[in-house]
């Protein structure tokens, strides 16, 4: 065993231990404040000791990280640890682990840019640490096999971050008044959590792809649902459901639940045939979030007070009915790379904006009432043949706002009482008739440079029309009659051939810039089987394939 202390014991420094201590040795450090960046270059026990005025506190300094671990088979247990943070990627830690098989217990970290931060690392273990006041209590980056077990997470601003990782268990934590997020999964896939309680954060919980999430983790007393692979279940309020997520599910129907504080309140991913119906969400982020999700049904909930009221990306065919949206921070439906939508009978009210519509096509607006958002009531960009119909459009700031569109048509809207009416620019063929426009400061505004059929009842406006200067066919064209996306293509693992159309782009990771249409992927690694699969544009701007070994 090596001592150190500020005076009577073996060395002075933590640092000066370290460097005369050999392979599994003790170094005991005890109280005081030392002002240090420690360096754990070889396989040791590091135990912090109370001899009479507290455990002993390592101070970064605003330095760097108060200590590094950098060989395997650490133990790192009993200090308290502080300012390691001034750093400009947040790379500086209370405890930064960038090596294999350590344990780090009953420590308690603060005002550091990460309490705990395990890079690149696997089979270490944190137990039973205090992470307060730190940007992320413990954050595990492209780490696997790691334990975080038991440990106390309060008034950081993001909990608990898993990004990039994958096979870690999660049990037994406590996370509390975080000032974003309490637990999240990035990227993440095959974790397991267990019996981890999420309270008071901003939002509680948030997470995709298959991870094994299981009932016992609670977000304010309330049980998280976390479905991989499921069908034909029905999630209804005898569940007490916080938060519910949804991953490869079909047929699924979610009705009577209510939800609040998690980034997204339902989140269906890759799931379809499935029904959310008289749900009640608010102070989340999304309060219900479709993605690559086609055919379902978003039927009489209720949405407030969240970022979003609902996000539809890359999705297919969904309807949204009879919803009530309002009060939300950005929008209350937002619609982007979608599809085939019937958006329809729904209240936008006191959003910032109503609805938002980002390169998505062939959808269908009719019937909703869009009425005091203090943006716009309708926000259409870069985006094919939809049809705005019959929409009562009352009260905000701006009407309607069409930038890019092609083939849009819009009739039948009544169009009153907004600061302007409805604002036409850099569209190619677009039919606005049949529309009300009455009572705004301005009716309509106008670019009539790109073939567009214009024809409407345009009465008590402050002033009923201006002309917005020419865009070129080729300005209009860019985004939207041949509006097309860049895609980044990668496979697991890496290095595949891609070939588009039997076109060869590259080696994954790889780019393509593709145009509205589909298209055939097919990736050939050798080891592997060939794998086609195929990609639709407008959709998602990342494509990630596994690919599966071949038979010896």
């Known amino acids: 065993m090596i001592t150190v202390c500020q005076d ?168 509390s008044s975080s000032e974003s997020i309490g637990i999240e999964l990035e990227n993440s896939l095959d974790n397991i959590l267990k019996d981890n309680q999420m309270r008071n954060n901003t939002y509680n919980f948030a997470a995709s792809g298959r991870n094994d999430i299981d009932t016992s983790n609670f977000v304010n007393s309330r049980s998280i649902y976390y479905l991989v692979g499921k069908s034909n279940q029905v999630l209804d309020a005898t569940s007490s459901a916080g938060a519910v997520c949804c991953i490869d599910c079909k047929n699924m129907t979610f009705k009577d639940l209510t939800l609040n504080n998690n980034l997204n309140g339902i989140y269906l991913l890759n799931t379809g045939k499935s029904t959310i119906e008289n749900c009640s969400i608010d102070r989340s982020e999304c309060g219900i979030k479709l993605e690559g999700s086609d055919g379902n049904t978003l039927r009489n909930n209720t949405a407030f007070n969240n970022t979003l009221g ?50 998505s096509d062939d959808n269908l607006i009719r019937g909703n009432n869009l009425s005091n958002n203090t943006g716009r009531g309708i926000f259409l960009s870069k985006s094919l043949g939809n049809n705005i119909s019959g929409n009562r459009i009352i009260g905000n700031n701006l ?27 850099c569209g190619i063929n677009n039919d606005i008739s049949a529309n009300n426009i009455t009572r705004n400061l301005l009716g309509l505004l106008l670019d009539r440079s790109g073939n567009n059929t214009v024809n409407n009842f345009l009465q008590n406006n402050i002033k009923d029309e201006e002309e917005l200067p020419p865009c070129s066919q080729t300005t209009a064209a860019s985004g939207t009659s041949t509006p097309g996306i860049e895609v980044i293509i990668k496979s697991d693992p890496d290095g595949a051939q891609a070939r588009i159309d039997g076109e060869y782009i590259g080696d994954t990771t790889t780019r393509a810039y593709l145009l509205r249409g589909n298209y055939s992927l097919r990736l050939e690694l050798k080891g592997y089987n060939t794998n086609v699969t195929s990609i639709i544009i407008p959709g998602s701007k990342n494509v990630m394939v596994e690919l599966s070994e071949q038979d010896n």
Not at 43 to 64: F, I, K, Q
Not at 127 to 149: E, H, M, P, T, W
Not at 329 to 358: C, M, P, T, W, Y
Not at 411 to 417: H, L, M, R, V, Y
């Open 399 to 425: 009407g309607m706002e069409l930038e890019k569109p092609w083939k849009t048509r819009v009739s039948g809207n009544e169009i009153t009482e907004n600061g302007k009416g409805l604002i036409l620019e």
């Open 8 to 175: 009577g014991c073996d060395y002075s420094t933590i640092g000066l231990g370290i460097y005369h201590a050999q392979p599994g040795d003790i170094v005991e450090v005890q109280s005081g404040v030392y002002i240090e960046n420690v360096v754990a270059n070889k396989p040791m026990v590091l135990r912090g000791v109370d001899t009479g005025s507290g455990r002993p506190m390592v101070n970064g300094n605003y330095n760097e990280s108060g200590f590094i671990i950098e060989a395997d088979g650490v133990t790192l247990e009993g200090f308290e640890i502080n300012n390691s943070q001034g750093s400009y990627f947040d790379l500086w830690a209370g405890i930064r682990v960038e090596s294999d098989n350590n344990i780090i217990a009953n420590n308690s970290i603060y005002t550091s840019e990460n309490g705990i931060l395990i890079k690149s690392s696997g089979q270490n273990v944190l137990d039973s640490n205090v992470l307060a006041d730190n940007k992320y209590g413990i954050k595990l980056d492209a780490s696997f096999n790691n334990r975080i077990l038991n440990n106390t997470l309060r008034k950081n601003k993001l909990g608990i971050l898993i990004t990039g990782s994958r096979n870690n268990e999660l049990n037994g934590n406590e996370v």
């Open 310 to 359: 609902i996000s539809i990306l890359n999705c297919t065919n969904d309807l949204i009915y009879g919803n009530r949206l309002q009060e939300n921070g950005v929008a209350g439906l937002n619609l982007d790379l979608s599809r085939e939508a019937i958006i329809e009978d729904n209240l936008f009210n006191k959003n910032l904006q109503g609805i938002i519509i980002i390169e």
